[in-house]
């Protein structure tokens, strides 16, 4: 079956524009995460979807960052007036929900901030 | 919160040789455990799991980590690594208790020369 897919693969935005990220999770797993990969911190972890719960924002670096996902489904990752800090590979990850925890994931998008 | 440890930032190795690398964590609690490699140009895969019982976990291509409890390590192991297994290796830790997200050492670039 179709894996996690992300758009776009590479974004290249100007400072202080905000940008939007799109992952769409595997058919019918209920969890969705998204990652940042970046050369001066690695792999970190930003927020999470379970279900219908309230998401878990714990890893977001800050106010400018926000997501959403409707439907239980497709997530939007925004990030608002960017800064050259946030240029980093972001990926986007979905597992089959609670109580199974292996996290399966997209191929990421290449955000570069100038 | 916890955190994951790879002491190895680059490995390189000749084709046949033994590879071994090493993941610490620090969280004393339940823990889920795995392996992901990234190969070149390509996304995250998983590479094994452990989530309970038997403390060495087989995985794909002929890798093999053991958890060890008292140690708080997860070291992954081939016996012996072909020019294929070159990638970047990450160790990743879940708390059972502490949501569903993974936290990431800093990975291994490991080099296997033909």
């Known amino acids: 079956g179709a894996g996690v897919s992300q758009s776009p693969s590479n974004k290249v935005t100007e400072k202080g524009k905000d940008v939007e990220l799109r992952c769409d999770p595997i058919?019918?797993?209920?969890?969705l995460y998204w990652y940042r990969q970046s050369l001066g911190q690695g792999l970190e972890f930003l927020i999470y979807?379970?279900?219908?719960?309230?998401?878990?924002k714990s890893g977001l670096p800050s106010d400018r960052f926000s997501a959403e996902r409707t439907g239980g489904s497709v997530s939007t990752l925004t990030i608002q007036r960017t800064q050259q800090e946030d240029s980093a590979v972001y990926l986007c990850?979905?597992?089959?929900?609670?109580?199974?925890?292996?996290?399966?994931f997209g191929p990421g998008t290449r955000l570069t901030v100038t | 919160a916890q955190s994951v440890s790879q002491h190895n930032h680059h490995v390189i190795l000749s084709e046949a040789a033994s590879l071994e690398l090493g993941c610490n964590y620090s969280?004393?609690?339940?823990?889920?455990l795995f392996w992901y490699v990234q190969y070149p140009g390509q996304h995250l895969q998983l590479l094994l799991k452990?989530?309970?019982?038997?403390?060495l976990v087989k995985g794909i291509k002929g890798f093999e980590a053991e958890f060890i409890k008292s140690k708080f390590s997860f070291n992954l192991r081939k016996p012996s690594v072909q020019w294929s297994d070159t990638a970047e290796y990450f160790c990743?830790?879940?708390?059972?208790?502490?949501?569903?997200?993974?936290?990431f050492g800093g990975g291994t670039r490991l080099m296997v020369k033909p």
């Open positions: 990743a830790v879940n708390a059972a208790n502490a949501g569903n997200m993974l936290t």
């Open positions: 452990y989530f309970s019982g038997d403390p």
């Open positions: 990850a979905s597992s089959r929900g609670w109580g199974s925890y292996e996290q399966y």
């Open positions: 979807f379970q279900g219908n719960s309230a998401p878990d």
């Open positions: 969280y004393g609690g339940t823990v889920n």
């Open positions: 058919s019918g797993h209920t969890a």
